[in-house]
């Protein structure tokens, strides 16, 4: 089973987004026929097989062993992921087209988000080593310091870029993130 499986076909999203469904995926976390997801759910075990059928079809969910059961052949199924990503290309944008890529706008930032899930479902989990690296932090700055601090902040990742920026080694994308926090109570 996969840590995430990234969905960027819209017919696998149809699938998914119906209530019921997700329910039976979650009860395929572990290996189960569909006698028992329908116990489990209260659901006759036809309508569970239906749903099972079409995420199977949808590449969400697998046959991964069957068993004889007085005489008729019953499937044991799993989910193929733990978790499922909608792309958020699959959605789109309301005016269909993407914002100027002004560095200090939520649109480039929601684009950056993007780019970045897309990068990350993309790489190899079954690789031994993934070298990565994920920070996250609170910082407070004062109105009157936003512009410093911004300034301080570019500054320093253009050093980074400078440093790191030559031809040789491994690549690695570096994408840093600064929005407001929201309730400034926390």
Do not use: N
Not at 74 to 81: K, L, R
Not at 133 to 154: K, M, N, T, Y
């Amino acid at each position: 089973m996969r840590d995430v499986l990234y969905l960027e076909q819209r017919e696998q999203a149809e699938v998914l987004l119906k209530p019921q469904r997700i329910e039976v995926l979650r009860q395929l976390a572990e290996p189960r026929t569909c006698t028992e997801v329908a116990a489990r759910l209260e659901q006759t075990p036809q309508r569970v097989y239906y749903h099972v059928k079409q995420l199977v079809a949808a590449g969400l969910a697998e046959q991964v062993a069957q068993r004889q059961v007085r005489g008729i052949t019953e499937g044991i199924y799993q989910a193929v992921a733990r978790s499922y990503w909608l792309s958020p290309r699959l959605v789109g944008r309301i005016g269909g087209t993407r914002r100027a890529r002004d560095e200090l706008s939520l649109g480039y930032l929601l684009d950056l988000m993007e780019e970045v899930q897309a990068d990350i479902a993309a790489l190899d989990r079954t690789a031994p080593e993934l070298p990565s690296i994920g920070v996250s932090g609170e910082i407070r700055v004062p109105a009157e310091r936003r512009q410093e601090f911004l300034h301080d902040l570019q500054t320093t990742l253009q050093d980074l870029f400078t440093r790191y920026g030559g031809a040789e080694g491994d690549a690695f994308k570096l994408a840093v993130a600064c929005y407001p926090k929201g309730d400034k109570h926390d």
